[in-house]
């Protein structure tokens, strides 16, 4: 029997043949890259130990900080929590949006990502699953932080704000999740691609108005920490919280957390079919 024959034959016994990944619609790659989130899901929940460090370390921050700076900044600890709270929040989504790229690591390293790629799938699918599945870390980390805040005395004078504040800090934790992906997909070692991730995130989190005021820093320090887009993103916490009109810093914080997906993510998937 020749090769068109046996082709003929499984597609008369109804066997129509795999989608390519480069001609899969748009709402599929939707519902895969859901199903994708699903298992990332699952794997929490089978594993909470992956939410420790985003329970602890608001905790930690929150504590330690204002205890350390409460009475040089506010006078009090009590006077300093509505700066510190909304800074707090930023630092430690950011800082969750690391384990992302730790975690690609060791899935490529185990062969995770190969039967992925063999799939007829989106090729975004995996990637964008495992990313979406870890806004949960970040909504885990605002909760934990506000939480502790309240216990402490924190007081928001717009608690509807506080919510808006959080979902914004999630989105932008979401779009530098890509960029530690990245460095998960370019870098041969989970240990390096963590201690690549917090090399670049110390400066950008804590040359910020995040904990201090701008002002009580050098001046050099004081250009870089005003156009720190973590700056802004802190400040439309704050505003948000405060009842304030921040639309500006809002604006400019979304359209840096479009700019970072409509850059990143394509190299990212350009990186990671070619290394995988």
Do not use: K
């Given at each position: 029997m020749t090769t068109?024959?046996?082709?003929?034959?499984?597609?008369?016994?109804?066997?129509?043949?795999?989608?390519?990944?480069?001609?899969?619609?748009?709402?599929a790659a939707v519902m895969q890259s859901l199903t994708m989130t699903h298992r990332g899901l699952m794997k929490i929940k089978h594993n909470p130990q992956q939410l420790f460090d985003v329970i602890v370390l608001p905790i930690v921050f929150t504590v330690?900080?204002?205890?350390?700076?409460?009475?040089?900044?506010?006078?009090?600890?009590?006077?300093?929590?509505?700066?510190?709270?909304?800074?707090?929040?930023?630092?430690?989504?950011?800082?969750?949006?690391?384990?992302?790229?730790?975690?690609?690591r060791e899935d490529l390293d185990r062969g995770v990502f190969d039967r992925f790629k063999s799939l007829p799938i989106a090729r975004i699918a995996p990637l964008a699953g495992a990313l979406v599945a870890n806004t949960l870390r970040y909504v885990v980390a605002s909760a934990i932080t506000v939480c502790v805040g309240v216990i402490m005395g924190y007081r928001p004078a717009s608690p509807v704000g506080v919510a808006v504040a959080c979902v914004l800090i999630v989105v932008v934790a979401f779009s530098l999740s890509w960029i530690f992906a990245l460095l998960g997909v370019l870098l041969d070692k989970a240990s390096t691609v963590q201690g690549v991730s917090m090399l670049v995130l110390m400066p950008i989190t804590f040359v910020s108005n995040a904990l201090v005021p701008i002002d009580t820093m050098p001046g050099w320090m004081q250009a870089c920490a005003s156009a720190n887009p973590v700056s802004h993103l802190v400040t439309a916490a704050r505003g948000l919280a405060a009842g304030e009109d921040v639309g500006t810093d809002i604006a400019y914080t979304l359209v840096g957390a479009a700019a970072v997906l409509a850059v990143v993510v394509p190299v990212t998937l350009r990186t990671y079919m070619r290394r995988t």
């Open positions: 068109g024959s046996l082709q003929s034959g499984a597609l008369a016994a109804g066997d129509a043949p795999a989608e390519p990944h480069d001609r899969v619609r748009p709402t330690m900080f204002s205890s350390i700076f409460g009475g040089a900044i506010a006078g009090n600890v009590v006077g300093y929590l509505p700066l510190l709270i909304p800074g707090v929040l930023v630092q430690v989504c950011v800082a969750a949006s690391v384990v992302t790229g730790v975690q690609l």
